[in-house]
């Protein structure tokens, strides 16, 4: 069966300091990928996506890029985080339409 | 494009019924929906595609009118455990092009109280 793993949990980084968020699916091949983020009580905000090794879609300019190093693994990433990069950042894979969700990272900037 | 969902928020007793609705300004080939439990991850609930296609899971039922492109979530006889945030998630066509981009709407907070 197919799971995916999303780490860490929850994370705490000073303004200024670097994130990496990484996922990985196992259990399928060639998903397509997508990062989201979440702010407090608010709905899902698609940052990227991915349908490729190397292939990276970005629908919101920001702070933060993403990369697919291997198939089944997508990295979040920043170089200086923001106040505002605070938030619940879910990663998703979908295969033949239905997408199913990490179990996040609750990251707070201070 | 974002859907739109309507109500943002609805509160129920339960045993109420409740309807939602996700609305998208393009031609639709599928929609899905997910339910948020709070501070969880979204759980995909069902999907629907072209032809006007009824699904259910539970008490919890969904049709699809791509004529209009609208899709309404039924909550019948609502239950504590139905508490959480829907979203819709439409697809603008089959895969694998047109379901790449997975862009939900902004969620409907359902609160079932005793």
């Known amino acids: 069966s197919q799971t995916i793993h999303q780490w860490p949990a929850t994370l705490v980084q000073p303004v200024g300091s670097p994130l990496s968020l990484e996922c990985t699916v196992e259990g399928t091949s060639n998903p397509n990928l997508y990062w989201y983020r979440q702010a407090a009580g608010r709905g899902l905000q698609l940052l990227f996506y991915?349908?490729?090794?190397?292939?990276i879609s970005s629908e919101v300019p920001q702070n933060l890029s993403a990369s697919r190093p291997q198939d089944r693994q997508f990295i979040l990433s920043s170089k200086k985080l923001l106040l505002s990069d605070s938030g619940f950042y879910l990663c998703?894979?979908?295969?033949?339409?239905?997408?199913?969700f990490g179990q996040g990272t609750r990251l707070t900037v201070v | 494009q974002q859907p739109v969902q309507s109500p943002q928020a609805v509160i129920l007793r339960e045993g109420e019924d409740a309807v939602i609705n996700c609305s998208s300004s393009k031609a639709l080939y599928s929609v899905h929906w997910y339910r948020q439990k709070h501070g969880e991850a979204p759980v995909f609930l069902m999907i629907?595609?072209?032809?006007?296609e009824q699904k259910g899971h539970e008490k919890i039922s969904a049709s699809f009118n791509e004529k209009k492109q609208q899709s309404s979530l039924y909550l019948t006889a609502s239950q504590l455990s139905y508490s959480g945030t829907y979203f819709c998630g439409p697809l603008e066509g089959p895969p694998p092009g047109g379901s790449e981009k997975l862009v939900f709407g902004k969620g409907t907070k359902l609160t079932v109280n005793p």
């Open positions: 998703a894979w979908s295969v033949k339409v239905v997408a199913f």
């Open positions: 991915s349908v490729g090794i190397g292939q």
């Open positions: 629907l595609l072209k032809g006007g």
